[in-house]
């Protein structure tokens, strides 16, 4: 049968704010994360990683906050600019298992001049 | 520094034919892997390689085949196409398996099965 397309979240924000993008992973044992910036018709770009031992890392107006409690992670993004619209997704690595990465649907993220 | 290269970016196929997407990297990766993504969905993985000489099966591998004669290069044969195989594929590579600082992304192929 015919397959239906699946809608990506998507989060709306005018330039110059701040953006969350949010996370969920599933295996509470990944030690690794990382979050990828995929703009259109473009192959995924590395943003930020933060390793488990972590709950904070920050970058170049990116922060990815880790809360294993609750598995979720989450990238904060300061001061968004129109070149920022793209899809995030975080990607959960094992470093034991390097076969398991996992990677989320992903959220698009759209900027309004 | 080409990074990751991916050719085709775009191919139409019908049912039953085969094709080859070509992946090579300059960097001297000695992981690469191949993903399809689909709309809504993350990215999975189709066959993945650790070295020249070795490959493996990842979480989708049904239809497609791979090999892996040099560091540079990753071909992903598709066999027998089908409609379900329409998809963007990305090929990927790293120093490491566990993606240390992540994965370098090829810009894709995209591909419809008729």
């Known amino acids: 049968g015919e397959s239906v397309g699946l809608h990506l979240p998507t989060l709306s924000v005018q330039e110059g704010d701040n953006s969350i993008i949010n996370c969920a992973y599933s295996?509470?044992?990944?030690?690794?994360f990382i979050w990828y910036k995929q703009e259109s018709g473009k192959g995924p770009q590395f943003i930020i990683d933060i390793r488990s031992n972590m709950d904070k890392r920050q970058g170049q107006r990116v922060t990815v906050l880790l809360n294993k409690t609750v598995k979720h992670l989450s990238l904060q993004i300061a001061a968004t600019q129109p070149g920022d619209s793209a899809v995030y997704f975080c990607?959960?690595?094992?470093?034991?298992?390097?076969?398991?990465?996992?990677f989320g649907p992903g959220t698009s993220l759209s900027v309004i001049p | 520094n080409a990074g990751v290269t991916q050719t085709p970016k775009f191919q139409v196929l019908k049912t039953g034919q085969s094709m080859t997407l070509q992946c090579a990297q300059d960097m001297n990766h000695e992981y690469m892997s191949w993903y399809r993504q689909d709309p809504g969905m993350g990215l999975r993985l189709i066959h993945y390689?650790?070295?020249?000489?070795?490959?493996d099966q990842g979480e989708v591998p049904n239809g497609y085949n791979v090999s892996r004669s040099t560091t540079e290069d990753f071909p992903l044969r598709l066999l027998s196409a089908a409609p379900s195989q329409t998809s963007v594929y990305f090929c990927?590579?790293?120093?490491?398996?566990?993606?240390?600082?992540?994965?370098?992304f090829g810009s894709g192929t995209r591909l419809t099965v008729v």
């Open positions: 990927a590579s790293s120093e490491r398996p566990t993606g240390d600082y992540g994965y370098t």
């Open positions: 390689s650790v070295g020249a000489g070795i490959t």
């Open positions: 990607a959960e690595i094992r470093k034991t298992s390097y076969d398991k990465v996992i």
């Open positions: 295996n509470s044992a990944s030690d690794y």
